[in-house]
């Protein structure tokens, strides 16, 4: 897709402009130049979107699972044979290195095909016991809502799982990072998917969100993004009691004990930091150290920090891009001056650089005041604070001293204290030695302010369908 690009919705199998005439500008974050336009739907757009997949639910449902999960694998392949053009698209919305925006798309390819190939088997009905037996069916239209950091995975698991139970979609996709979406729709329109069983639109978020969930077709609200706006869109869809999957914010803790190999440790948890200029709600954020080695470890996480290289997405010698937009920037510098108005000490980067687009530079405070708005809000940025621990008691009270839940990280090579760390880290997701993204096959799934309910694996699908209870006096007949 070239310069000058004019991304339109995908409403009832065909490509249209907003219906009421407007458009959203594309801004190049790398050179903060704009370079493109997105449609904007207005409530009839919505209309015939909420009709159109009103009226695909009964067909597509009553679709054999294995023929809904060979369109899906279709897809996968469609979108595998486009990732060059889609990954540079993606980049060039996003700030990420194209190397990642592939990385990105390989994982949304992986997502279309775990569950196009699992469609058949979490579709049929299964025994409890001689007379008693659960029949999933699909539970109805789902609006879906991703957002920007990761478009292209986050879309793909946003459609395949609800698509694979028999469930139409409505993907409310980022208006920033457009492309991954239409990408997407183009894979499945391309594979044969029925008119009306998925749709994209774009516009203001506010308006959209109420006009979909305010109607009485939509019965699955699944949404990615910050937790004040999950559970505003939360209290919209408890008025229709429609289902909710909320994959919300997360401010993730990396324990690191004095048995393990910090050259190890620091690698990976810089590599995976900075991927993505550290825009994600996985990303580690605040780092603990055992006080033994916590001077080791922070002169070889700041020398790591410091030979990431920051530059052109789409150049190849490039290690991280730039923030998506200047409202991640500008976040950067607030959250920044306020840890060092209470004494944290910047041991590198902590500015913005000096070239055009969004660019931050890599940064690790140290010191950190416990009251320092980084330690309680999200980042959401290529910012990490280090600190050091005297007990095992100790890591885990600051590990869990968050309103989030979504993931928690920690590098020993004692199963003692691996085993005591899993039992006590509150989070969805505990990673040991190691930090990298979900796999399509497992659910992820946050607690306390990270939100509820699973994406990925059998979890992930199961949610999009009704577990239909048969009690029989005899073993009910049931295909």
């Known amino acids: ?67 809904r999960g060979a369109v899906l694998v279709r897809a996968a392949q469609i979108l595998k044979g486009k990732i060059e053009s889609a990954a540079s698209a993606l980049s060039k919305e996003q700030g990420k290195t194209v190397a990642e925006a592939k990385g990105e798309y390989a994982r949304a390819v992986e997502t279309l095909e775990w569950n196009g190939i699992h469609a058949k088997e979490l579709s049929a009905p299964f025994s409890i016991d001689h007379k008693r037996t659960i029949v999933p069916e699909a539970i109805g239209v789902v609006a879906a809502f991703a957002p920007w950091n990761y478009p292209a995975v986050l879309n793909a698991r946003k459609l395949a799982a609800p698509i694979a139970a028999g469930c139409p979609v409505i993907l409310k996709a980022a208006e920033e990072t457009p492309s991954a979406g239409v990408y997407l729709m183009e894979a499945l329109e391309e594979a044969g998917i029925p008119a009306g069983v998925v749709s994209l639109v774009f516009g203001h978020p506010p308006m959209i969100s109420k006009h979909l969930l305010g109607s009485s077709v939509v019965r699955v609200l699944s949404f990615t993004g910050s937790t004040p706006v999950g559970k505003q869109l939360a209290k919209i869809a408890a008025t229709s009691l429609q289902r909710c999957v909320l994959e919300l914010g997360g401010h993730s803790p990396v324990v690191v004990f004095e048995d393990t190999d910090v050259s190890k440790a620091v690698s990976a948890i810089s590599e995976y930091k900075f991927e993505c200029a550290g825009q994600s709600c996985n990303a580690p954020n605040r780092i603990l150290v055992a006080q033994s080695i916590y001077e080791e470890f922070l002169t070889k996480l700041v020398d790591a920090a410091e030979r990431i290289r920051v530059g052109l997405p789409d150049d190849p010698a490039t290690d991280m891009g730039p923030m998506a937009n200047a409202r991640r920037i500008e976040a950067m510098e607030r959250l920044t001056k306020d840890a060092v108005s209470r004494g944290a000490r910047v041991e590198t980067g902590g500015k ?38 005297d007990t095992i008691e100790e890591a885990i009270e600051r590990a869990n001293a968050t309103e989030f839940g979504l993931a928690s990280y920690i590098f020993s090579d004692s199963p003692d204290i691996q085993k005591r760390m899993i039992r006590s880290l509150s989070a969805g997701t505990i990673s040991v ?29 199961r949610i999009f369908q009704n577990l239909k209870l048969v009690d029989s006096a005899d073993a009910p007949a049931i295909d």
């Open 1 to 67: 897709m070239s310069d000058n690009v004019n991304y339109k919705l995908f409403i009832n199998g065909t490509w249209r402009s907003g219906g009421n005439g407007t458009a959203l500008t594309l801004i190049n974050p790398a050179t903060a130049q704009e370079f493109g336009h997105v449609a904007v739907a207005s409530a009839s757009d919505l209309d015939d979107t909420l009709k159109s997949a009103e009226d695909s639910l009964l067909p597509w449902s009553s679709t054999p699972a294995h023929e």
């Open 352 to 389: 913005r650089l000096g070239r055009p687009g969004f660019y931050w530079a890599p940064t690790v405070l140290s010191n950190v005041h416990p009251d320092s708005q980084v330690l309680h809000e999200e980042p959401f940025g290529p910012i990490l604070t280090v600190a050091p621990f």
């Open 433 to 461: 030695n190691y930090l990298k993204g979900v796999s399509a096959d497992a659910p992820l799934g946050g607690i306390k302010q990270s939100g509820y309910g699973y994406e990925g694996g059998v979890e992930g699908l």
